[in-house]
């Protein structure tokens, strides 16, 4: 299996929930377990985890309109995981951009 943490998810949720909970929120590849996870951040950002939560997301079905039918297609699945770090941790998400 090649990189685990593929990107953070940075939204308005995941925000609030990374300031009022410690609870980062990352795109994980979908074959990769909590455990993995768990010691890809902690090695990759030095904090300590508390809690992974991951959700496998279904892509959603998307039809387009063209001339003479419609197309159909869907997007990705992703793997989600939610990380709890501890109370003193934190992980600075916006020094790479």
């Keep these: 299996m090649g990189q685990i943490l593929i990107k953070p998810l940075l ?3 995941t925000s609030d929930q990374a300031e ?3 609870a980062f929120v ?3 590849d979908r074959k990769a377990n ?3 996870v768990k010691k890809a951040v902690e090695k990759t950002y030095g904090v300590t985890v ?4 991951t959700v496998n997301v279904m892509g959603k079905r998307k039809v387009r309109m063209t001339r003479s039918s419609y197309s159909v297609g869907r ?3 992703f793997k989600k995981a939610v990380v709890y770090v501890a109370a003193g941790d ?8």
């Design 11 to 13: 939204t308005e949720k």
């Design 20 to 22: 009022n909970n410690n």
């Design 26 to 28: 990352f795109l994980v």
């Design 34 to 36: 909590k455990i993995e």
């Design 50 to 53: 508390n809690k992974v939560n």
């Design 75 to 77: 997007t990705n699945h």
């Design 90 to 97: 934190t992980i600075d998400l916006y020094a790479n951009i």
